[in-house]
């Protein structure tokens, strides 16, 4: 009975200290999901700000091109041509960006 006894007593004493070992562990992991959430949703906030910038530097590139197409001058040293080549310019590097923050939010969101 002895023998019984203190068995009982070693299994019950493993016990606890796996259950404050997984309880540990649990808080930690809870403690990581809560701060990942608020990362990402930070990141997804400042993500819909940029591209709402973006958007907005867009349609102001769009019309500065077609301002100078239509022969209006945009700036005091440029001609309408220098200004088109500059607005396609930045429309491709805008585009260039764009198709990048596309694949690194793509990234992030799987890799999350």
Same mark, same amino acid.
């Given at each position: 009975m002895k023998s019984e006894y203190r068995s009982l007593v070693e299994a019950i004493i493993c016990d606890e200290l796996k259950l404050a070992e997984i309880s540990k562990?649990?808080?930690e992991a809870q403690e990581a999901a809560?701060?990942?959430?608020?990362? $990402?949703?930070v990141v997804e906030?400042? #993500?819909e700000a940029k591209r709402?910038? $973006?958007g907005r530097l867009e349609?102001? #590139?769009q019309n500065c091109h077609r301002a100078s197409g239509d022969g209006k001058s945009l700036g005091?040293?440029?001609t309408p041509a220098?200004?088109?080549?500059a607005a396609d310019s930045l429309l491709k590097d805008i585009k260039e960006m764009r198709a990048t923050l596309k694949f690194l939010c793509d990234h992030f969101i799987k890799g999350s």
């Open positions: 562990i649990h808080a809560a701060k990942a959430a608020e990362t $990402l949703s906030k400042r #993500l709402g910038e $973006l349609g102001l #590139l005091s040293n440029s220098d200004q088109a080549i």
